[in-house]
Nanobody, 124 residues
Framework: QVQLVESGGGLVQAGDSLRLSCAASGRTVNTYAVGWFRQAPGKERELVSVVSWSGTRTFYTDSVKGRFTISRDNAKNTVYLQMNSLKPEDTAVYYC?????????????????WGQGTQVTVSI
């Protein structure tokens, strides 16, 4: 079994930066792709970014390209999401999730393990 714990969320102003961390325990996620999702009130959960198990391939949704960077440190069993130039529309609960499926799935139901989420609030 895999446990994922997110941290690093908070309240910031537009233009600020945050770095989210997703620490895995119980079982290594070093062979799993890991994604960051977010869900704002009244909206569906959406994929923000995915990193391959090796860290060599990444995907970003259009709205965060050029502002967010996903990375992983397999020695620490941790995945990061560096978020720069934050905007109010980035406000949401951010979740990390790991998948045992091959490749880099884009849909939330393709992910097997989820963290509890961390709140990111960006004020004007």
């Amino acid at each position: 079994q895999v446990q994922l714990v997110e941290s690093g969320g908070g309240l910031v102003q537009a233009g600020d930066s945050l770095r989210l961390s997703c620490a895995a325990s119980g079982r290594t996620v070093n062979t799993y792709a890991v994604g960051w999702f977010r869900q704002a009130p009244g909206k569906e959960r959406e994929l923000v970014s995915v990193v391959s198990w090796s860290g060599t391939r990444t995907f970003y949704t259009d709205s965060v390209k050029g502002r967010f960077t996903i990375s992983r440190d397999n020695a620490k069993n941790t995945v990061y999401l560096q978020m720069n130039s934050l905007k109010p529309e980035d406000t949401a609960v951010y979740y990390c999730a790991a998948t045992t499926r091959a490749g880099m799935p884009r849909r939330y139901w393709e992910y097997d393990y989820w963290g509890q989420g961390t709140q990111v609030t960006v004020s004007i």
